[in-house]
């Protein structure tokens, strides 16, 4: 079964704002990932946050993670038209990744 | 670094053929590949772990005869699907890490995908 879900499921922002996405798991993991994927496309890795990590920066990008909650949430500041495209969380076990459902960003200019 | 090409990028066939995915690392040597499934608008559903020199890890409920996966050396794994029919049309991701990288070992690097159309 799925590991990860993401909410909001579709979010619309303007160029300039933040966009928050969010994601839940539901077991104990070593490492929570964040990808990108554009429309018909791979999967770009964003972002790692290790199991005894609470927050971790990249660029623009925010990433907390709460174990107790089994939730992580991806912050993108200052967000721009390039930004559009859908974001999965994905739980790392042993070597396989599990990816949630994914969020769809549409970021207008 | 850690580029991973996929080809073809689309393919459209007949139903009762067969069709082959190639995913290869571009500039590391990946032990372990993975090949995913997805639909549209949904998740990506992981089919198969393929090992450089052994036989694939099916996730249950994927057909091993149906989606053969051969990874015959440290850059190159196919997934051949055989005798498509209508159903499997989808997109098909492959990913490979890099674990000489410690520091990136959890990462996958994916391929750009494989839209297939089975008429």
């Known amino acids: 079964s799925q590991q990860g879900e993401e909410d909001p499921q579709a979010l619309s922002i303007q160029e300039g704002e933040n966009a928050t996405m969010n994601c839940s798991y539901k077991t104990s993991i070593n490492n929570l990932q964040w990808y990108r994927q554009n429309s018909g496309r791979g999967l770009v890795h964003l972002i790692l946050?290790?199991?005894?990590?609470r927050e971790k920066h990249s660029g623009r990008l925010r990433v907390t993670l709460d174990t107790s909650k089994k939730s992580s949430s991806l912050l993108i500041t200052a967000s721009r038209a390039a930004d559009t495209a859908s974001y999965f969380c994905?739980?790392?076990?042993?070597?396989?990744?599990?990816f949630g459902k994914g969020t769809m960003l549409l970021v207008s200019p | 670094g850690a580029v991973v090409s996929q080809h073809p990028s689309w393919v459209i066939c007949k139903s009762g053929t067969s069709v082959k995915i190639e995913c290869r690392s571009l500039d590391f040597q990946a032990t372990t590949m993975f090949w995913y499934r997805q639909f549209p608008k949904q998740s990506l559903m992981l089919m198969a772990t393929?090992?450089?020199?052994?036989?694939?890890?099916?996730e249950q409920g994927v057909e091993k005869d149906k989606f053969l996966i051969n990874h015959a050396s440290l850059t190159l794994s196919t997934l051949t699907v055989t005798s498509a029919h209508p159903e499997d049309s989808s997109f098909y991701i492959c990913?490979?890490?890099?674990?000489?990288?410690?520091?990136?070992?959890?990462?996958?690097?994916f391929g750009a995908g494989t839209r297939l159309s089975v008429l």
């Open positions: 990913s490979a890490r890099d674990t000489t990288l410690v520091a990136a070992k959890n990462i996958q690097y």
């Open positions: 994905a739980t790392s076990g042993y070597s396989t990744l599990t």
């Open positions: 946050i290790r199991s005894n990590e």
């Open positions: 393929s090992n450089e020199g052994s036989k694939a890890t099916y």
